[in-house]
């Protein structure tokens, strides 16, 4: 064997055995950043119980770009209330377009006032966490007031009456005027929330929010229907694996039945 035939086999029985991360370049210009995550919640829902219902929660995100123009991103995702208080949310990505089949589902939320437990499902993973739940099924605004001591001031006004699909609304704006250098800001800085509340069903069916920091968000309930959802909706699907964080002891077990 020749000798340079002979090295170059040598060298390639020793690249075989070295690590894997030895064989990889190494870029010594920079450590990762661990990226940017956003998330948007969508229409609040109480534990009330007595008041049934089942919608999509449809999100619509608008922010400015630095040359003026503006980009969109929109979600779809499923939410239910029974009778007895408790909740199903599904929780997907938002996405640059508005077509409900785009939505990818990240995870999924059982909210049990009754049982006081919040069981929170990985799709992909196929594994939930169970932790205690302790919810009020009341809330209360906060006045016209000044904000954070004297630097903004908070108010509120009275949108009246409206009727969103067969439910009687009362509209209400909240302004938060924010001054110069509260926040970063070198202006004065507003910021809008319109809220469109249903009394008989205790929850907001539209909310609206208008801030620069973060561009305009408009949260809607739709195609929401009033019949009791399936029992089902409320437990998880066979095949996960759930841990229950209440207790001390790691506790792991395959769930009951579930149809969503």
Not at 4 to 13: E, G, K, P, Y
Not at 92 to 108: D, I, K, M, N, W
């Amino acid at each position: 064997m020749k000798l340079s035939a002979f090295l170059v086999l040598a060298a390639s029985l020793l690249l075989l055995t070295l690590p894997l991360d030895a064989q990889e370049s190494v870029d010594e210009s920079r450590m990762p950043d661990g990226g940017t995550r956003t998330h948007v919640h969508g229409i609040q829902v109480f534990p009330v119980a007595g008041r049934p219902f089942s919608a999509k929660d449809n999100i619509k995100w608008t922010r400015n770009r630095e040359d003026g123009s503006t980009f969109t991103t929109y979600l779809f995702a499923t939410v239910a209330r029974d009778s007895q208080g408790r909740i199903y949310r599904e929780h997907r990505h938002l996405v640059p377009g508005s077509t409900a089949q785009q939505f990818v589902q990240e995870y999924f939320v059982l909210l049990d006032p009754v049982a006081q437990t919040r069981t929170a499902c990985t799709v992909s993973t196929r594994r939930c966490v169970i932790s205690v739940y302790l919810a009020s099924t009341k809330f209360v605004a906060s006045p016209d007031r000044p904000h954070d001591d004297g630097t903004g001031y908070l108010a509120h006004e009275s949108l009246g009456n409206d009727v969103i699909g067969d439910l009687n609304v009362v509209g209400t704006r909240e302004t938060l005027s924010i001054a110069p250098r509260t926040v970063g800001n070198t202006s004065p800085l507003v910021a809008v929330r319109e809220f469109w509340y249903s009394p008989d069903l205790q929850v907001n069916l539209s909310v609206t929010r208008k801030d620069p920091r973060i561009g305009t968000q408009v949260l809607q309930l739709v195609d929401l229907s009033r019949r009791e959802p399936d029992p089902a909706t409320f437990h998880v699907a066979d095949g996960f694996v759930i841990q229950d964080m209440r207790i001390p002891a790691r506790n792991e077990k395959l769930s009951p039945a579930f149809r969503p």
